[in-house]
């Protein structure tokens, strides 16, 4: 029986000596390229996908910005006579020198809450009248700390005067940082009775 065995190399013959491989691959046409490209891709991923992380966070947080409430502003302070009271407190006692014709008494003004307010004026509804205060306007009042008033009223002409004073007032002009207003404050029964004898001192005779 005959058998094929391996082709032996012939006389001054030998196989081929194969190449070894190239070490980034195959270089072929493509081989080299794709290996630069691969290289290069490596070098850039991180910066590239920190890049996008950072683009990401900023997005969400745009995003959280945009569709989370707004809070309301804050209120607005009072206007200045809703938070503010004057408060009669007594005629000044008058001694013998005493001009007739001038009536002291005090007040307090008091600011409940809120920024500070300024009494910027303060006047009486009657022409015969003339007014000044102590300490003189404009002053200011804090919130918390009442101040004491001393308010002297000099009659100037008994004729423009009534002869019995129903319910006197003082107006005042008061500001804070929200806005300036006049007020009228009524001082009570007290104020009107002192008030009313201290027109019959200095007019007695003139309403008679």
């Not at 013998?96 to 008091?110: C, G, L, P, Q, W």
């Amino acid at each position: 029986m005959n058998a094929l065995g391996p082709v032996e190399p012939g006389d001054g013959t030998r196989p081929l000596a194969s190449s070894p491989p190239h070490p980034h691959g195959p270089r072929g046409p493509f081989g080299s390229r794709h290996g630069r490209l691969t290289r290069l891709y490596g070098r850039h991923r991180r910066p590239v996908l920190a890049a996008l992380t950072a683009a990401a966070v900023l997005a969400a947080g745009v995003l959280l910005h945009l569709t989370r409430p707004r809070q309301p502003p804050p209120p607005e302070p009072p206007f200045p006579p809703q938070v503010t009271t004057i408060t009669y407190l007594k005629p000044q006692a008058r001694g013998s020198d005493t001009d007739n014709r001038s009536f002291t008494f005090h007040v307090e003004i008091a600011v409940e809450s809120g920024p500070p307010v300024t009494l910027v004026r303060l006047s009486q509804p009657y022409a015969g009248l003339s007014v000044n205060s102590d300490p003189p306007t404009p002053f200011r009042t804090v919130a918390g700390s009442p101040r004491k008033i001393a308010i002297t009223l000099r009659v100037t002409e008994c004729g423009e005067l009534p002869e019995n004073v129903g319910l006197p007032f003082l107006d005042v002009t008061l500001r804070n940082t929200r806005a300036i207003r006049p007020h009228s404050f009524i001082l009570g029964p007290r104020y009107t009775q002192d008030l009313s004898a201290a027109l019959q001192v200095a007019c007695g005779n003139s309403f008679r």
